[in-house]
Structure formats: structure tokens, C-alpha cells
């Protein structure tokens, strides 16, 4: 998915078993979460992942626009996905390009499954996701971001929604793919969970696995998920637990 460059292959795996970064294949990179950083937002939150820098902010339900999308019986999501021109190495042309459309799509949908939509006839949920600095797993750095601020914003919804990209390095199933991973590796495959349920409501592959292998990247990534859910409702409740601050609707008990 990534761009490959024409630098030579670097050694993924080491003889020991340990990544690029010094990790083991079932680690997660780094990850900083905080709820609420921008105050003109109805909800917001920053997260900081390996390299990754997403900032999600969150509107309404408010009116919507343009005029001829509002739906008279249930509020509709309208996500945008955007990577800043200064994110990635070699400058990205500013603007939504075919990536974005495709990515601000699959993460609405992950929303709709989960959010009370019916709650809020004839509205608009506008969710912006801001990719500040990439390092692979953008997008699923940008969904955990955005349901966070889903939940700060007091947008009610079944449950967060939970990510994380699984793919194929030297031949092995690995947790959360980082750059040079996900651009010499075998397959990325990123993957978001509604955890209380465990139900998948984004699931995407490039590459190639077997169907043990495929098998063996859903468990993995199933796992990293839940340990990232953990890490989100720590975040939300380091905002919210504060006395006499009210816990928002959307928070899932
Ligand atoms: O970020 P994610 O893994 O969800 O999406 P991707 O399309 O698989 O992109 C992988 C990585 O490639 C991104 O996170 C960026 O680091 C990099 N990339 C880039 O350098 N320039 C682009 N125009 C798009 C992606």
C-alpha cells in the first residue's frame, strides 16, 4: 500500500526474532492518546502511534450540508480523511486524492454500525481526521482518534471502535506494521473491531496470505484491538474521571 522507494531492502526480521524496530512480532508500537485537545471541536482527540500523528475533531449532530444528503429518519456520518502535504516523506499534493476518498469511506462505514444514527433524524455527524505526520497505519490511527472524539463529542454509540494493521514481514504474522514494514513486507492487512461484540466493521488486505496465515492475522490483530480499547478508555477516563466532570453519552459503560 505503501510507496516503495528505490532504497535497498532492509532485514525485517532478525535471527532472534525481532523486528526492525527492536520489537517482537505481537507488539504494538508506542501509543499516547489524548481526549479533548481542541476546544472549538464538540469532541476531539490526539493520538501519537509509533510515528504517527492523527488529530480527529468532531461536529455535531448539527445541519446538513449540502442540503440534498440529510436523511429524514436517521443523522449520516460524513468522515474526511486527510493527510497534510508535510506528513510523508516526499510532499503529498494537497487536497483528497483517490487514498482519501477511499480511506474517509471505509472509516464511515466502521461508524455506522456502531453509532445511534436513528437518534438524530435529518442531522449531520462531520467527522476530520487530520494525518499531521505518517508512518503506516494511518488509517487506522485516524479511526481509533476519531472514535475517541466520537466520545468526547457525546455522540452515543454501541461501543468504540477499535484498530490496528496486521500484515506479513519475512514470512511471519506481525502486529502493527510500521513504514518499512508495510512497504517490503508481504501483505498489510488493516482491521477495525467493535470489541464487546467482536464484530469486524473494517477489514482491507494487500498482499498475499494463506488461509492459516490469514487466520493466524485476524487472532493477532483481534488481540492488538483489545489491548487498544484497553489504551482508549484509560484515555477517556483520565479526561472524564476528573470530579464533577460529566461522563459524556457517547463513553460505553
Ligand atoms: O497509512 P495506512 O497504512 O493506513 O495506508 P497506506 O496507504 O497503506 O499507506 C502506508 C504508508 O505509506 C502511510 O502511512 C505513509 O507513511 C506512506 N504514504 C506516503 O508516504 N505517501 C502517500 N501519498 C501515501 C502513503
Known sequence: MGNVGAKEIPQLLSADGRRIDGRRLDELRSITMKVGPLTRADGSAFVEWGENKVMAAVYGPREVHPRHLMQ???AIIQCRYNMAAFSVDERKRPGQDRRSQEISKVITEAFESVVFTEEFPKTSIDVYIE??????????????????????AGIPMADLVSAVAVGKVAGRI???LKKEEDNFGEADLPMALVPQSGRLVLIQMEGHMNRDELRQALDLGTKGCREIYERMREALRAKYDTPGRAEPAGVPA
Not at 488509517?139 to 466520537?150: D, E, F, I, K, Y
Open 72 to 74: 429524514t429518519s436517521k
Open 174 to 176: 506481525a502486529l502493527d
Open 131 to 152: 494525518v499531521l505526520q505518517a508512518n503506516a497505519g494511518t488509517r487506522c490511527a485516524g479511526l481509533v482518534a476519531a472514535s475517541l472524539a466520537l466520545a468526547d
